[in-house]
């Protein structure tokens, strides 16, 4: 299995922008789709976009289309979540997650088997 550490979380202003990073480590990166879940207080779980394995596909929830650009660096191991326009909405713990699977991704939590330990996202002014 992949292991994943995510990075670049923080507190940021309403309308800021962040970059989330997740490092992987101890597989081959290329053969994995990657989701990008988050949790807020209190809530479920939530699916906020993927990528399949070659950065060929990506989804995203609809609440996050347009602010939020997933992209991925097979190259160097890591896969990133660029979020703007941030809102305090968007406040949660946001994971990473990897399945060994080609073409696609999912935003389902169930389809994934490694998961990363999370990052803090607080936006406030």
């Known amino acids: 299995q992949l292991q994943l550490v995510e990075s670049g979380g923080g507190l940021v202003q309403p309308g800021g922008s962040l970059r989330l990073s997740c490092a992987a480590a101890g597989g081959t990166p290329d053969y994995y789709a990657i989701g990008w879940f988050r949790q807020a207080p209190g809530k479920e779980r939530e699916g906020v976009s993927c990528i399949n394995n070659d950065g060929g596909w990506t989804n995203y929830v609809d609440s996050v289309k347009g602010r939020f650009t997933v992209s991925r660096d097979n190259a160097k191991n890591m896969v990133y979540l660029q979020i703007d326009e941030l809102k305090p909405e968007d406040t949660a713990v946001y994971y990473c997650?990897?399945?060994?699977?080609?073409?696609?991704?999912?935003?389902?939590?169930?389809?994934?088997?490694?998961w990363g330990q999370g990052t803090q996202v607080t936006v406030s002014s």
């Open positions: 997650a990897a399945r060994q699977l080609f073409r696609i991704c999912a935003l389902a939590g169930t389809w994934y088997d490694s």
